[in-house]
């Protein structure tokens, strides 16, 4: 792992949104691009601005967090974190880097983030991810993560369900 220059891990704040938009899209265009159709893809920019805005805007979102990572002047990743049924876990909805920053310790600085948000809120974590990306799980069993043998099957929007595998880990 490489760490090209510091990184702040913060709460996100509605001038970012547009930023965390495109992180998201991009990070679907690259990591999915073997997993779902090209015209799918090249209409997720708008999809993910409308997304993030409305997940903002929504009451319940005093009861989630939106962290993102900072790597100089640009938003390099985010984490989005939501509640469970149990009142000890929280998910983990969403967890991306730029394709740019992949690689840097980016995503690592931002895992470190969102375990520091959990502190004294959550014991545990957990998120669903593709089964098809096999970057992202070597990565998430790197910090800890482990298969829970809860597997989905979930339709982004595509027509095409695709299986989702679930991963926790209790906090460090």
């Known amino acids: 792992m490489r760490v090209d220059s510091l990184v702040l891990v913060r709460d996100a704040t509605v001038d970012d949104l547009a930023a965390i938009a495109d992180?998201?899209?991009?990070?679907?265009?690259?990591?999915?691009?073997?997993?779902?159709e090209p015209d799918f893809l090249a209409g997720l920019l708008s999809r993910t601005r409308g997304k993030w805005t409305r997940v903002f805007a929504d009451p319940a979102f005093a009861e989630q967090s939106?962290?993102?990572?900072?790597?100089?002047?640009?938003?390099a990743a985010f984490a989005h974190l939501v509640p469970t049924?149990?009142?000890?876990?929280?998910?983990?909805?969403?967890?991306?880097?730029?394709?740019s920053a992949w690689g840097s310790g980016v995503a690592n600085a931002l895992i470190d983030?969102?375990?520091?948000?959990?502190?004294?809120?959550?014991?545990?974590?957990s998120f669903w991810t593709l089964s098809?990306?096999?970057?992202?799980?070597?990565?998430y069993l790197r910090c800890g993560f482990a298969e829970t043998g809860?597997?989905?099957?979930?339709?982004?929007?595509?027509?095409?369900p695709v299986l989702e595998l679930e991963y926790a880990r209790s906090a460090p």
Request: net charge positive; hydrophobic share 40%; proline share 1%.
């Open 66 to 75: 939106l962290l993102v990572a900072e790597r100089g002047t640009r938003i």
């Open 85 to 99: 049924a149990s009142d000890r876990e929280r998910e983990i909805s969403a967890f991306y880097a730029h394709p």
């Open 113 to 125: 983030g969102v375990w520091d948000a959990l502190n004294g809120i959550a014991d545990r974590a």
């Open 23 to 36: 992180v998201h899209a991009a990070a679907w265009q690259v990591a999915y691009r073997d997993l779902f």
């Open 150 to 160: 809860r597997t989905r099957e979930i339709d982004y929007g595509d027509g095409r």
């Open 132 to 139: 098809g990306f096999n970057r992202a799980r070597r990565f």
